[in-house]
């Protein structure tokens, strides 16, 4: 595994083991995902300038860049690889309008689930200090009445599903002594998701119960169980239930499969490490208190 997929590998000893970053084992990993695995391919394809497809279109699905550097995140680049940071500044610099929040055009008017995922892969490749990434974060927290988006099928209830789940990811992806300032974020984010159970009876976003990685503008159960467990959520009823969830998806090895195709994801179907890594964040982080209540 550590040679097929370097990434996991680093991303599980620091976030489920809780190695530090300078670890002998971590430092080998991450340099080793450059030139293994599916963040070391996303790379393979990048231009002399840190782009993806042509620099106008950066939000194009699922060839811009935006895309790819949301890739790059999921799957474990190391970010302090020059050519994540090209990738990361490259799209910066195209992104439109110059405040505000992120639109995936020029003629289109910023997207909060487009902001979002955009600044939690920024966040997590090392520029959660940029100042146009404080500037939109910023910005998601001036949305009144509800998150919505250009995309109906993101929507639940007039509300778009993917915004809130992003938004706590990228709560999540700040160091913990930075989260603070962001606190106010992520309970309304969490609020809105736990108000509603987790969506686990009643209508649901599309695709909820069905697990895949990395999500490239959709979302599941499993990834917003991931960032509530990051941020040490309080392990609600509607968590408790959600875990049952997904322990009951986990097959006989102690394994879950990626189950839907995705882009720049594991073969549908078969085991995923980065399933299998999100799930045992999750029970890691709430699994002592489903026992404790039998």
């Known amino acids: 595994m550590a040679d097929e997929e370097p990434g996991v590998v680093w991303r599980t000893l620091q976030g489920l083991l809780s190695r530090p970053a300078d670890a002998p084992a971590v430092c080998r990993a991450r340099l080793a995902a450059r030139e293994h695995g599916g963040a070391a391919r996303l790379l393979g394809g990048q231009s002399e300038f840190g782009t993806w497809g042509s620099p106008t279109s950066y939000a194009a ?42 639109a995936t055009t020029r003629r289109t008017p910023p997207s909060p689930c487009f902001t979002a995922q955009v600044c939690a892969a920024l966040v997590r490749l090392g520029f959660a200090h940029h100042p146009r990434v404080r500037e939109a974060i910023a910005w998601l927290g001036t949305l009144t009445g509800g998150w919505a988006c250009g995309e109906e099928r993101h929507h639940l209830g007039g509300v778009c599903a993917v915004t809130p789940i992003a938004t706590l990811r990228l709560v999540s992806e700040h160091a913990p002594p930075e989260r603070d300032r962001l606190a106010g974020l992520a309970r309304r984010a969490g ?55 997904v322990l009951a998806r986990q097959d006989s090895q102690g394994r879950w499969a ?36 039998g």
């Not at 960032?227 to 875990?243: V, Y």
């Open 61 to 102: 699905r699922w060839g811009g860049t935006a895309w790819h550097v949301v890739g790059l995140a999921a799957l474990g680049a190391d970010p302090e690889d020059p050519r994540v940071g090209r990738a990361a500044e490259a799209l910066l610099e195209s992104l439109q309008p110059r405040s505000g929040g992120f």
């Open 191 to 245: 609020g809105y998701l736990l108000e509603r159970g987790l969506f686990l009876s009643g209508p649901a976003p599309r695709g909820w119960l069905v697990f895949a990685h990395p999500c490239l503008d959709r979302t599941d159960l499993l990834e917003a169980l991931v960032p509530l467990a990051r941020l040490g959520w309080t392990p609600e009823p509607a968590i408790l239930a959600a875990l049952l969830a």
């Open 258 to 293: 990626q189950q839907a195709t995705t882009p720049f994801g594991e073969p549908s179907g078969q085991p995923g490490r980065w399933i299998t890594l999100k799930a045992l964040v999750v029970l890691s982080a709430f699994g002592e208190a489903l026992a404790a209540r």
